[in-house]
């Protein structure tokens, strides 16, 4: 069975720095894309990054450009989601999906249980 477990959020004040840590088990870690959401109460999952193992290609909401970086990690099946600069803006519960692909929040197949991530001003 496919799981993906998050880890890393907490609270930060502005401008502060977390590292995000999504560990899969039970795929074929190399075959997929993993992408990062975030949502906030009463809001849709917005995307916020995401990395296809299979190529390294990264894509990233404009909201993030320049101040989040994805990058995995094979051997460890994780994928990092590395939060510089942090805006009151970016709080939200963070989740990172599996699938063949980036895709849109509704066509993810596996996802973890979400980290929250509290950026104070």
């Known amino acids: 069975e496919a799981q993906l477990v998050e880890s890393g959020g907490g609270l930060v004040q502005t401008g502060g720095s977390l590292t995000l840590s999504c560990a899969g088990s039970?795929?074929?870690?190399?075959?997929?894309?993993i992408g990062w959401f975030r949502q906030t109460p009463g809001k849709e999952p917005e995307g916020v990054s995401c990395?296809?193992?299979?190529?390294?290609?990264?894509y990233y909401a404009d909201s993030v450009k320049g101040r989040f970086t994805i990058s995995s990690d094979s051997a460890k099946t994780t994928v990092y989601l590395q939060m510089n600069s942090l805006k009151p803006d970016d709080t939200a519960v963070y989740y990172c999906?599996?699938?063949?692909?980036?895709?849109?929040?509704?066509?993810?197949?596996?996802w973890g249980q979400g980290t929250q991530v509290t950026v104070s001003s």
């Open positions: 990395i296809v193992n299979a190529t390294g290609r990264t």
């Open positions: 999906a599996a699938d063949w692909g980036c895709f849109d929040a509704d066509e993810y197949d596996y």
């Open positions: 039970g795929f074929t870690f190399d075959d997929y894309a």
